[in-house]
């Protein structure tokens, strides 16, 4: 097994899997969606709201709001010592008070104040509400970390998807560089340059096969890798996307490891 990295730049991760069994891609990336843990606001005590936005709504857009997610310093309810009820190493608390003074005023996730300066909305400009004059919202909310299989508010990715590495193979002899496959390819793969087709991009193609259509010279074979992949990791903000990949891997390792474990005990009891 291998790993290429390709581009690791802001919120952006793109790497290369090599060596792997699809099986073992589809299982990395599946973690990264519904497993990985990420904080997001679970419950919201509306004191005042007359803005025209009701309850319900500012609630669910409120949990939507990516956080910055701190896995070092909470645990997930389910596994914290209150049991779930709520204590500072599994809840957290922001407010959010704010009155229009003028027509049209904008509610924005800026407006959140959290008690932890490390957690707080990954961007300021998410609007929440529009309020006329006079109006009002006064609230405070809950954030947990939780898992994107419950809700989709808890995944840390905005994309998490693979893709076959693919294999371009050209001829050459046969191609007389009219430049049609250079033309027909959506993702500009291939170029012409000096006397050569040659690939430029070759972890942009999409395995379309549009250039070995337009070919009427037969010179251009696309094929694929299925033991290599090219992951495309992009985070909400929530998790640099490196530490997704990372975290997801011991979550992975944790499961193998608990069947192990099962399975021996299974053993012991069967002999028994
Ligand atoms: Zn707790």
Request: proline residues 4%; hydrophobic residues 40%.
């Amino acid at each position: 097994m291998n790993v290429k990295i390709i581009r690791l730049e802001g919120n952006e991760f793109r790497f290369i899997l090599e060596g792997v069994d699809v099986s073992v891609a589809n299982a990395l990336r599946r973690v990264m969606l519904a497993e990985v843990p990420s904080m997001a606001i679970d419950e919201v005590i509306i004191i005042e709201n007359t803005s025209p936005v009701f309850d319900e709504m500012l609630a669910h857009r409120l949990g939507l709001i990516p956080l910055v997610t701190d896995l070092e310093s909470y645990v997930l309810p389910e596994e914290c010592d209150c049991k779930g009820e709520g204590c500072i190493k599994c809840t957290l608390t922001l407010t959010l008070e704010k009155e229009a003074e003028e027509e049209g005023v904008i509610v924005y996730s800026s407006d959140l104040q959290s008690q932890d300066p490390v957690v707080r909305p990954v961007s300021d400009k998410i609007p929440i509400a529009k309020m006329a004059r006079g109006q009002r919202i006064v609230l405070e909310a809950h954030a947990k970390l939780g898992k994107g299989k419950v809700h989709a508010k808890w995944q840390p990715v905005s994309t998490c998807a693979y893709k076959y590495m693919p294999i371009l193979e050209i001829n050459q002899e046969k191609c007389l560089r009219c430049g049609d496959c250079v033309s027909f390819c959506p993702k500009k793969v291939l170029a012409i340059e000096g006397e050569k087709l040659v690939v430029k991009n070759i972890f942009d193609c999409s395995l379309c096969k549009s250039c070995e259509e337009s070919c009427r010279f037969d010179a251009i074979k696309v094929s694929w890798d299925d033991k290599s992949f090219i992951f495309n990791v992009e985070s909400t903000g929530a998790l640099p996307p490196s530490d997704i990949v990372r975290v997801a891997i011991n979550i992975l390792l944790r499961k193998l490891s608990d069947l192990e474990e099962g399975l021996s005990i299974a053993v012991k009891e069967e002999a028994h």
